[in-house]
């Protein structure tokens, strides 16, 4: 269920809302009841290892003590006593029970009317780009459907040679509150000085890298030449830049490719308020494709632009 993969926080409605409709146990979604938590009971505190490693190992996914299913369907909510068990509790179980700790997961307790005996638990758990993770008992799991199997070794040969291969991604748009200039409590113009950020996600430097912006013609000033010099093509209404690396990035590194500068006015506010802004991420392994529109991204004082903000300097 996207809710748990996107990252958004989960809250006790959330739950709720899983429970009423029934959402499906999956491939990347997994109900655990909340007896199933344990710090005593070896058995259980071992599937819970197994089972964050195996989603690790494959496309990543949510586990979630405090929800029991009834025909692989959540069906009801059996709360974790979270005075007993803690978040630090269970990453300590998790970084001793699977080598190469997983990186950026989430333990997230979610307390119903502030009762820490009725605690449901939401780990969220990244596809990994250190994968493959070894479980306690020496062995490499996967997820299938709504089990953990043991991987093929081919299968697990294939993961360490993904582990050698770079990848990054767009990190961040920043600075996307625009700077007005008002005459008569109008706008006649309003400025933005966005910066755009990638990250390298894998274990291994990237040497060769390509960011290229597609946007309107008419929103972008031609004079920062910041932006103009890597002017490639005119595309439609879009002019188009491809920005080369500058120097390597290394692991786990966040680096700014551009700050460039647009404007919105009057004459060019319903091309703004109609299109987007497309970003494509070349890199040595692939291709990344973003797209934003530009009225949802670009505000000012955190509420979208509407054209009676704007002087209009025809009249």
Same mark, same amino acid.
């Given at each position: 269920?996207?809710? !748990? ?9 959330? /739950? ?10 999956? /491939?990347?979604?997994?109900?655990? %009841? ?20 195996? !989603? ?9 003590? $405090? ?29 001793? *029970?699977?080598?190469? @700790? ?6 997230? +307790? ?12 939401? /780990? *969220?758990? +990244?596809?990994?780009?250190?994968? @493959?993770?070894? %479980? ?10 709504? %089990? ?14 993904? =582990? $050698? ?14 700077? +007005? ?14 910066? !755009?950020? /990638?990250?390298?996600? #894998? %274990? ?9 912006? =597609?946007? +309107? ?18 595309? $439609?209404?879009?002019?188009? &830049?491809?920005?080369?690396?500058? #120097? @390597?990035? &290394? ?34 392994? $692939? ?10 991204? &670009? ?17």
């Amino acid at each position: 269920m996207s809710l !748990f993969i996107s990252g958004k926080h989960t809250n006790q409605e959330d /739950i709720i809302q899983i429970v009423d409709n029934h959402v499906e146990r999956s /491939i990347n979604l997994e109900f655990r %009841s909340g007896d199933e938590l344990s710090l005593t009971n070896q058995q259980k505190i071992n599937k819970l290892a197994i089972t964050v490693a195996a !989603f690790a190992n494959t496309i990543g996914g949510t586990l979630i003590y $405090g929800i029991d299913y009834k025909r692989n369907k959540a069906n009801s909510i059996s709360f974790v006593n979270s005075n007993l068990i803690t978040e630090s509790d269970i990453n300590n179980i998790l970084t001793f *029970k699977i080598h190469r @700790p997983v990186k950026d997961l989430q333990i997230i +307790p979610v307390i119903f009317n502030n009762d820490k005996n009725k605690t449901v638990y939401v /780990i *969220k758990i +990244p596809q990994s780009h250190d994968a @493959p993770h070894i %479980s306690f008992d020496n062995k490499y799991y996967k997820r299938n459907k709504f %089990s953990n199997v043991v991987m093929e070794e081919h299968e697990i040969r294939m993961l360490y040679n993904k =582990s $050698g291969v770079s990848e990054i991604e767009f990190f961040a748009l920043l600075n996307t509150n625009g700077v +007005p200039t008002l005459e008569d409590g109008k706008i006649t113009v309003i400025n933005f000085y966005p910066r !755009f950020l /990638i990250k390298n996600i #894998s %274990s291994i430097i990237e040497h060769s890298y390509k960011f290229e912006i =597609s946007l +309107p013609t008419s929103i972008y000033d031609t004079s920062f030449t910041a932006l103009q010099e890597y002017f490639v093509r005119f595309d $439609g209404i879009n002019s188009v &830049f491809s920005i080369p690396n500058r #120097s @390597p990035i &290394f692991q786990e590194e966040i680096t700014n490719v551009l700050e460039t500068k647009l404007f919105v006015n009057y004459e060019n506010y319903e091309i703004f308020a109609n299109n987007k802004l497309n970003i494509r991420l070349f890199y040595t392994n $692939g291709i990344k494709t973003h797209s934003f529109n530009l009225l949802d991204t &670009f505000i000012y004082k955190n509420k979208q632009l509407q054209i009676g903000d704007f002087q209009d300097n025809i009249l």
